[in-house]
């Protein structure tokens, strides 16, 4: 089937200015972009744009963990440590796999209707996961949260069975429909031991397999490392091997040294930023407008729904532009098109997706279509759209979510997906887990 976006606006994070045009999808994929002067062709569906329509790449949730959605509220305004420990890891060991499954579904509930097509999950039982996106046509990048723990009651070490979970998530889901990808997930330097580390790390160069951990979110792991592992912060870097695996994802990178860049070699490795949840968190601020300039990829993320509270990316694109014009004192950094890029195409880019995330001939039609009717977008125009939809917008402004062609969220609608039943057994996971 076809569909035709009839005379819309056309912006991804590559494009210096959007282009008034006609949009047309076939068979998952973007087969043309046309001028407005041109005839539009013939199409099974059209959707018709009136000028008063933006069509998008679909957002990238590089950073998530998506069925905490059921701890959302638990342990408000505590810090980090204390939040996991006290508020977070005891429910956690409650959750089967079920209940990371209904967790799952809801959230994803969340991130079509905020514009979100592919979103990158840390977590545990996560064949779960894999099932969720599959069932919805939501694109989704896999990995199983690894960290140390006590001996199994079977004289295992818990990181040895995690690893091996997550060794058996890639053959059963990696690449599956073109809609998964698969990453080794080992939680952070101060969860997983040095030793276990550099195994990971070897084990993902061997086998093809990328790498999603949580680096430097707070500041005293900056004295972990360097204390305790006697390392410099970016040789733990080196000498683990992440730097030698296909592609490297830090999550946060809020202590992480931009100067760091011009001694180390970074092209495989993309810092996906979380700004709410450092915010809310009060782990500080990464300094963004200074990685703007270096060689390392840079994807933004939401982090889990019990940190931040939201999965909503257009929140996330908001708050990172603003936030360094302010820390930075410079209204010129950090600027839109920039952020837009980082929230869509970089983010796809890192976990494997080749083909997402900006507007081409041929590439994947995961699509997002914007309202421009709105009294906030007056004064919108070719040269100004991305500066509108990064301050002025907000996910309100969504009308439909696209999959490889296909309508996952439309006008308040999820097609396929029961929206009153999926909220109802999320609402008994979160009962049966926090009482």
């Known amino acids: 089937m076809t569909t035709l976006f009839k005379d819309v606006f056309i912006l991804d994070g590559e494009r210096k200015r959007a282009q ?7 068979k998952g994929r973007i087969q043309s972009v046309l001028e407005l002067s041109e005839t539009p062709p013939a199409a099974d569906k059209i959707v018709d744009g009136r000028g008063h329509t ?3 790449p679909g957002f990238v949730n590089a950073h998530t963990h998506a069925a905490m ?10 810090p980090l440590m204390e939040w996991l420990q006290k508020n977070i890891w005891p429910v956690e060991a409650k959750m089967t796999a079920e209940h990371i499954y209904r967790g799952t579904v809801s959230a994803i509930l969340e991130m079509l209707e ?3 097509t592919c979103f990158a999950d840390m977590y545990f039982e996560m064949d779960g996961v894999a099932q969720a996106a599959l069932e919805a046509g939501i694109r989704c990048a896999l990995c199983r949260g690894l960290v140390d723990g006590p001996l199994q009651p079977d004289g295992t070490r818990k990181i040895d069975r995690a690893v091996a979970e997550n060794l058996s998530l890639f053959e059963k889901w990696h690449g599956r429909e073109g809609l998964l990808t698969v990453q080794l997930g080992p939680h952070a330097p101060y969860t997983v031991p040095l030793p276990d580390m550099k195994r990971i790390a070897a084990l993902a160069a061997e086998r093809g397999i990328g790498i999603h951990f949580h680096f430097l979110e707070v500041e005293w792991e900056l004295g972990y490392i360097r204390d305790e592992l006697k390392l410099r912060p970016e040789d733990y870097l080196r000498e683990t091997g992440i730097l030698g695996v296909p592609g490297a994802v830090l999550a946060h990178a809020v202590w992480m040294d931009p100067e760091w860049a011009d001694e180390t070699d970074l092209p495989r490795v993309t810092i996906v930023h979380n700004p709410c949840s450092n915010m809310k968190l009060g782990n500080g601020v990464m300094p963004l407008d200074a990685w703007l300039d270096k060689n390392v990829g840079l994807a933004l993320g939401t982090d889990g729904a019990s940190s931040n509270n939201r999965l909503d990316m257009w929140g996330e694109m908001r708050s990172a532009a603003l936030l ?9 950094s950090t600027p839109a098109i920039d952020i837009l890029r980082m929230a869509t195409f970089e983010g796809a880019r890192a976990f494997g997706f080749a083909n997402k995330g900006l507007i081409r001939d041929g590439w994947m039609a995961d699509l997002i279509l914007v309202d421009l009717d709105q ?4 004064g919108a125009d070719e040269d100004n759209l991305a500066g509108y939809i990064v ?16 309508w996952l969220y439309r006008d308040g609608v999820f ?15 979160r009962n049966a887990i926090v009482s």
């Open 69 to 78: 959605v059921l701890l959302r509220g638990l342990g408000e305004e505590a």
């Open 54 to 56: 933006a069509v998008l």
């Open 114 to 116: 905020t514009g979100t």
């Open 391 to 406: 301050y002025a917008g907000s996910s309100a402004d969504i009308r439909g979510t696209m999959v490889n062609g296909k």
């Open 324 to 332: 360094h014009k302010g820390t930075g004192r410079n209204p010129t």
């Open 375 to 378: 009294p906030h977008y007056i």
């Open 20 to 26: 008034r045009g006609h949009l047309l999808v076939s």
């Open 415 to 429: 097609p396929g997906l029961n929206k009153e039943e999926i909220m109802r057994k999320a609402r008994e996971a």
